[in-house]
């Protein structure tokens, strides 16, 4: 093969070949093939496919990669088993252009080649890719199995919006699967109930999951993540009572869906209680949730005990803790725990600087934020994204820096959006600064005016403060014209009972 890398000569040298062992000192390859790495081994039909098998199902797959380099030097031109065999210990050592050109240079293609080259292109991203190949397959008179179509399926799932596919391909999918007749297995069901879930359809994912003689957890999980999502709590529940062999994914999923709602947050503590009689109470993904939950509940210390208790924190910890503490009116803690996760050198990412700066906007804290916002890119690499320019914004305007805020505003990088805009919106509100809130109400107006009703709150506000009486009417006549409406408010009374 004409442009696979190029590898040294002395590597396959018997002079040089006690140097390079294939396998760890304490395993053994079967007899038949243990000098196979030697240039005076002899290539033959039925050793070769137990060879290459042999690597594809060790942890070092690469070093089946000198039986290939052997092929192409002898110029043994392999048959249709072997090549895919080949094919798949490329896509195992993660070469996916050179399982391509094995791919293209097959013999013979079957369903199996077909299937293994969709499925290494989805686990490298490439979507169109995969579903190029489907069209292939069916313009080759294959007949697809079910491997082929939950891959279809899964790529549907996984899809960039840059990739157009047909808005009911799920349905689709399931419709060709009973038409031809396909065996349905666990991949399959799975796969069904996934891109069900992921399309909204949580009636049709029940169906397909019904049908399962045996429900995995996997299919368990994705059902309990739709419902959730949906705010079907109690079909959620249902599903996560029937589960037999529960693990870790699965009380996450619960954990962030009582997570969404207020509601739920006693449903949630007995979630806690069985965690704590469990093994997996001490991982550190559920930690995280549980962190993130109850701070979502305001119950903040709380969300401490359970951060303290844990023996292993990830960024994600750290970042709902912090926020947590942000969010319930205690700036000072989040930005103390800050100081201590970069003392404990885990690296922020975007959301903790988010925390972080959103701290210093409530606690008055302008140095400490611009020290902040500065070291992103300073000392962690990390480009400020239009969200760290807004919490700036809010933080230099929350001071009654208007000016600077501005300035800050004018002299971004990038032209800011109407977040950006709005906190400096928000902030002239505070202080009744009609003329520059004048200025920021119309930049939001140039972005998108009638998905941002609470701009033209925010100025009617303003305006009013000020006494600027006509200003406001003219401004409402326009809300009217324009067709904005302002979204209705509604809060939560918490009772004994209930909400």
């Not at 442009?3 to 000192?25: A, D, W």
């Not at 050179?98 to 079957?110: H, I, K, N, S, V």
């Not at 140095?367 to 992103?376: L, N, T």
């Not at 920021?440 to 305006?463: C, H, M, Q, W």
Request: hydrophobic letters at 40%; one cysteine or more; glycine letters at 6%.
């Amino acid at each position: 093969m004409p442009n696979l890398p190029r590898i040294r000569p002395s590597v396959f040298s018997s002079t040089h070949s006690r140097h390079y062992t294939l396998l760890p000192p304490n395993q053994t390859f079967p007899p038949k093939l243990q000098n196979y790495d030697s240039l005076s081994s002899p290539l033959t039909a039925t050793s070769l496919p137990s060879a290459l098998q042999h690597y594809i199902n060790s942890d070092r797959p690469f070093y089946g990669l000198k039986i290939h380099a052997r092929i192409t030097k002898t110029g043994v031109k392999p048959n249709t088993n072997i090549s895919i065999k080949l094919l798949i210990l490329h896509l195992k050592c993660g070469a996916l252009k050179y399982a391509g050109q094995m791919f293209d240079e097959l013999p013979q293609r079957t369903l199996s080649a077909y299937n293994y080259m969709m499925a290494g292109y989805l686990k490298n991203g490439q979507v169109e890719e995969s579903l190029s190949l489907v069209r292939k397959l069916v313009s080759s008179g294959e007949r697809p199995d079910g491997y082929t179509f939950s891959m279809i399926l899964k790529a549907s799932t996984c899809c960039r919006s840059n990739v157009p596919l047909p808005r009911n391909l799920g349905r689709m999918v399931h419709a060709q699967i009973l038409k031809c007749d396909v065996k349905a297995d666990d991949v399959l069901y799975t796969a069904l109930v996934d891109s069900y879930v992921k399309g909204g359809k949580t009636t049709y994912a029940r169906i397909v999951f019904d049908m399962m003689l045996e429900k995995n957890v996997i299919c368990s999980t994705s059902m309990i993540s739709g419902y959730m999502s949906q705010g079907f709590v109690e079909d959620a529940e249902e599903i996560f009572r029937k589960t037999v062999e529960k693990d870790i994914v699965v009380y996450n999923a619960m954990i962030e869906g009582y997570s969404i709602s207020i509601e739920t947050a006693r449903k949630a503590l007995e979630v806690h209680c069985q965690l704590i009689k469990n093994v997996f109470f001490e991982d550190v993904k559920l930690g995280s949730a549980l962190v993130d939950m109850y701070a979502k509940f305001g119950k903040i210390d709380d969300a401490r005990r359970v951060f303290d208790h844990m023996q292993q924190k990830n960024v994600f910890t750290w970042t709902s803790m912090i926020d947590g503490y942000g969010k319930n009116g205690n700036p000072n803690q989040a930005l103390e725990l800050f100081c201590m996760m970069q003392e404990c050198c885990v690296q922020p990412n975007y959301v903790t600087f988010l925390g972080a700066l959103s701290a210093c906007g409530h606690a008055g804290l302008v140095a400490k934020g611009r020290e902040i916002f500065e070291s992103m890119e300073r000392d962690y690499s990390m480009k400020p994204k239009m969200e760290h320019y807004a919490c700036m914004v809010d933080l230099l305007g929350r001071a009654g820096s208007l000016e600077q805020a501005l300035k800050f505003v004018l002299e971004m990088p990038e032209k800011p959006n109407s977040d950006v805009w709005a906190a400096l919106l928000s902030s002239c509100r505070l202080h009744d600064d009609v003329e520059m809130a004048n200025i920021a109400a119309n930049e939001i107006f140039k972005l998108n005016a009638n998905d941002r009703p609470g701009a033209y709150v925010a100025l009617s506000n303003t305006l009013a403060a000020a006494g600027k009486w006509d200003s406001v009417t003219e401004l409402r006549e326009k809300m009217n014209l324009r067709g904005v409406l302002k979204d209705t408010g509604c809060s939560w009374v918490g009772t004994e009972s209930g909400l």
